[in-house]
């Protein structure tokens, strides 16, 4: 692997304001293991390349230097997830979006097509309620 993808991970982390420790830490790795894929001292396998690239918002294939396009479809939660991480939430929540945060794409998707099969099946009074809720927290997210 060239020096590409240690390049552009290191450039990905800080644009969206990750300090070495702060990402490591999101993507479960010790600094000094994250610090080697950055330093090219150390080849990701294809998992760890997917995992860097959800965590950062760009494709697999920006990241080993294939496409010079770095977008992909954003995740539309990691907003709401990222901006949580600065709000006085209450431990269970915290620890709901840690676990979130761990999971991989496929497993987030199905847990927020619960979560919206769950909010379909409440009565309409409640699910006022909660929609209301919804914009007042996201609208504090932007």
Do not use: W
């Not at 994250?34 to 294939?61: C, H, I, M, W």
């Amino acid at each position: 692997m060239n020096g590409v993808f240690a390049k552009r991970l290191t450039e990905k982390r800080i644009e969206k304001n990750f300090t070495q420790e702060s990402f490591a830490k999101l993507v479960g790795f010790s600094r000094a293991r994250y610090a080697n894929y950055e330093q090219g001292r150390r080849e990701p396998d294809f998992e760890t390349v997917k995992l860097f690239s959800n965590k950062l918002g760009v494709s697999t294939d920006y990241l080993l230097g294939s496409v010079d396009n770095q977008n992909i479809k954003e995740n539309p939660i990691q907003k709401v997830i990222d901006h949580a991480e600065t709000m006085n939430l209450a431990p269970e929540e915290r620890e709901a979006i840690e676990e979130y945060k761990k999971m991989l794409p496929s497993e987030q998707q199905k847990e927020l097509l619960d979560a919206i099969e769950t909010i379909k099946n409440l009565p309409e009074a409640n699910r006022e309620v909660l929609l209301k809720f919804i914009k007042v927290f996201s609208s504090s997210c932007q």
